[in-house]
């Protein structure tokens, strides 16, 4: 039996300025995220400020571990979806979505860098 196998679409590559950007951008939009965040008088909003920081911080760590263009679209497009969740969860008062987000996100953006290390290392060669 033979299988064709067709070839992948050629792939766009992220050069490391553009990784390095992304990681300060969205480092430097999250701490200042977090110094503005005490200062709203509705907690909520401020929870909420303080999580759009968390996902913000998360996918700009991701950002240094990724290689190609796809995996940092869908990156982004999971940032969003979590800043979404967040605003959903704190202005409901959903705490249990909060937390599990608060660890899931920054947990999320660890394993990439540990899947880009790991990938990295030829264990069974």
Same mark, same amino acid.
């Given at each position: 039996m033979t299988t064709v196998v067709l070839p992948e679409a050629p792939r766009r590559e992220l050069p @490391? /300025?553009? @990784?390095?950007g992304v990681?300060?951008?969205?480092?430097?939009? +999250?701490?200042?995220?977090w110094i503005i #965040? /005490?200062?709203?008088?509705?907690?909520r $909003?401020? +929870?909420f400020v303080v999580?759009?920081?968390?996902?913000? +911080?998360s996918v700009g760590f991701a950002a240094l571990n990724?290689? $190609?263009?796809?995996?940092?679209?869908?990156?982004?497009?999971?940032? #969003?979806? +979590?800043i979404l969740l967040f605003l959903w969860a704190d202005l409901n008062e959903v705490t249990v979505v909060v937390y599990f987000l608060r660890a899931f996100v920054p947990f999320t953006a660890l394993l990439s860098a540990v899947y880009a290390t790991v990938g @990295?290392? @030829?264990?069974w060669y």
């Open positions: @490391k /300025p553009a @990784k390095g990681f300060v951008l969205f480092w430097l939009v +999250a701490i200042a995220l #965040a /005490p200062h709203f008088t509705d907690a $909003w401020g +929870a999580d759009t920081g968390i996902v913000l +911080a990724i290689t $190609w263009s796809k995996p940092f679209r869908n990156t982004l497009i999971a940032g #969003a979806v +979590a @990295k290392v @030829k264990v």
